[in-house]
């Protein structure tokens, strides 16, 4: 695919990045970082390779790089910095390497790409699968599409044949018997590029017993108090992914919880930033094998 085919609106960005559209106007005009063509009425709209940069950023920044030094990054210099972040993540794993099974999906080759994948879940199982190999390689995948190194369409590619799987071995699950269900809601309120994650925290509850509401998609903050109106709950689970969720959101989930006397509030996939913010009711997790450790001291 030819980069400046696709037309991006600031709000594009915002749900790929997760940085709120008011924070990408204020680096664009601080530090540059973007500069984007107008259309006639003077709305911003930003191609592909503008798309990329501010993912590049947004990772950068999750993983503790400051935006006034990022911005300082020369685009060549820029690419690398992820890359080398990236492999520095990857060695935590030296029994797998991403690269080598990426290699068989970049034909869209559905069977072989999925003939790489199963001895893990045979070697493991489905859980530790996920979490220790499949996990890493959606995001390798997804910082090889941002440096360009895959396309758009094999990077989908990959993350659908993943939730493909992922769908399998939730529909093939057997009700946990003998014992009363606490009930577990969940709310995505900002990432789409996280929501494979999403769909194995459900799978994970649910093997563990739980009743589990699960709407899909995104909804605002609000509707966690008119899910608890119809059906209420013990435990909310929540994708805390989104750029600045820590300076917006935790407080309101806190209180939340507080009114409606919930148990525990999980949320999920959190950038590192927001590992300092604590309150009695939140439990913190940055990516799936951290959560199955959060839910399996759940009751």
Same mark, same amino acid.
């Given at each position: ?30 530090? @540059? ?33 400051? !935006?006034?030094? !990022? ?128 769909? +194995? ?23 966690? !108090? ?6 209420? +709950? ?8 989104? +750029? ?46 951290? +959560? ?6 759940? @009751?």
């Amino acid at each position: 695919m030819e980069e400046g085919l696709n037309v991006f609106s600031i709000r594009d960005l915002e749900n790929f990045s997760g940085i709120k559209a008011h924070t990408i106007r204020i680096w664009e005009k601080r530090y @540059r970082i973007l500069e984007p063509d107008r259309t006639d009425s003077n709305i911003r709209k930003y191609n592909e390779s503008e798309l990329k940069k501010i993912l590049n950023i947004s990772y950068l920044n999750r993983n503790g790089l400051k !935006i006034s030094k !990022i911005a300082k990054l020369a685009e060549d210099e820029l690419t690398q910095k992820v890359m080398t972040v990236s492999s520095s993540r990857d060695e935590n794993e030296k029994d797998f390497q991403p690269g080598e099974i990426l290699m068989s999906a970049i034909r869209f080759s559905e069977e072989q790409f999925k003939e790489a994948l199963m001895p893990y879940i045979k070697r493991r199982g489905f859980e530790q699968a996920y979490a220790l190999y499949f996990h890493p390689l959606l995001e390798r995948a997804r910082i090889l599409w941002q440096t360009g190194s895959l396309s758009r369409a094999q990077e989908q590619f990959i993350r659908n044949i993943i939730r493909q799987i992922i769908t399998v071995e939730d529909s093939v699950l057997k009700p946990v018997t003998g014992k009363s269900r606490s009930i577990v809601a969940m709310i995505n309120t900002s990432d789409n590029l996280t929501d494979n994650n999403f769909l +194995f925290y459900k799978y994970a509850l649910k093997k563990r017993g739980f009743d589990v509401i699960f709407t899909g998609g995104i909804l605002p903050a609000s509707e966690v !108090i008119e899910i608890y109106k119809i059906k209420s +709950f013990e435990y909310l689970v929540v994708n805390s992914s989104s +750029f600045d969720f820590a300076h917006k959101q935790i407080g309101y989930f806190n209180n939340i919880g507080k009114s409606l006397m919930i148990k525990k509030i999980i949320l999920t996939d959190s950038p590192s930033g927001n590992k300092k913010i604590h309150h009695d009711s939140l439990i913190i997790s940055s990516d799936p094998a951290g +959560f199955l450790r959060c839910i399996d001291g759940l @009751r």
